[in-house]
């Protein structure tokens, strides 16, 4: 069965730092999709980036990137720049493609931006 | 431009009592649906999604039940609330495949007392 770990229960930088979010999954498929969605104290769910697994290049939107490496099954987040307003729980999910297409979430980080 | 709507917002119940959340989604049309819940230090389990009216895929056996009386419409009832019931429930949409970006809805704390 398909799992998303989330190793870091919370964490804390500073605002402008650079902060990375780990998540690891374990699939024996090929084809998925990979998500960081964020939710902010207000609870609405926000999609961050996603990444398609047949894809190499790593996605990017704005401050925000990951590192997908395929074969390590990791996908972390990296924030840089951080700003106050990523203050939220961040959430790696998985989508397996072609089966019952399932979206699987981690358990979650909660990310602290302190000023 | 779509919007979801979840009503209510909070909602207070004792134990054994009936439940109703509704969720409403505009500007799309045969959207899939989801219901999640997020207990406390837990992730989002999806409880069930529906790919079309009268459709309902349930994910994870409990006492909760799912309904799609229109197409742009999903209730999550109960007939009797578990203490264990009490989290934060959000609605989901997407259009198309599960692989499209989901699109939450504000959700409803839900406490059973």
């Known amino acids: 069965a398909q799992t998303v770990t989330q190793s870091q229960p919370e964490m804390s930088v500073q605002e402008a730092e650079t902060v990375t979010l780990s998540c690891t999954y374990d699939t024996s498929e090929n084809n998925y999709y990979l998500f960081w969605y964020k939710q902010p104290p207000s609870r609405q769910m926000i999609l961050v980036i996603r990444q398609e697994a047949y894809k190499q290049q790593n996605a990017t939107e704005n401050r925000f990137s990951v590192n997908f490496q395929k074969a390590a099954k990791s996908f972390s987040l990296k924030i840089s720049d951080s700003q106050l307003g990523d203050t939220a729980m961040y959430f790696c999910a998985f989508l397996e493609m072609n089966r019952d297409d399932k979206i699987i979430f981690g358990k979650g980080t909660r990310l602290h931006i302190l000023p | 431009s779509q919007t979801i709507h979840q009503w209510p917002a909070t909602l207070v119940q004792p134990v054994g009592s009936p439940l109703s959340l509704e969720c409403t989604v505009e500007g799309t049309s045969n959207p899939n649906l989801y219901w999640y819940r997020q207990a406390a230090g837990r992730g989002l389990q999806l409880l069930f999604y529906s790919v079309g009216i009268g459709q309902i895929s349930s994910e994870v056996p409990q006492n909760l039940s799912a309904s799609r009386p229109q197409d742009r419409q999903f209730i999550l009832s109960s007939k009797k609330l578990l203490l264990s019931d009490s989290g934060f429930y959000l609605c989901?949409?997407?259009?198309?495949?599960?692989?499209?970006?989901?699109?939450f809805g504000p959700g409803t704390r839900l406490t059973v007392l």
């Open positions: 989901a949409w997407s259009a198309g495949a599960f692989y499209n970006e989901q699109f």
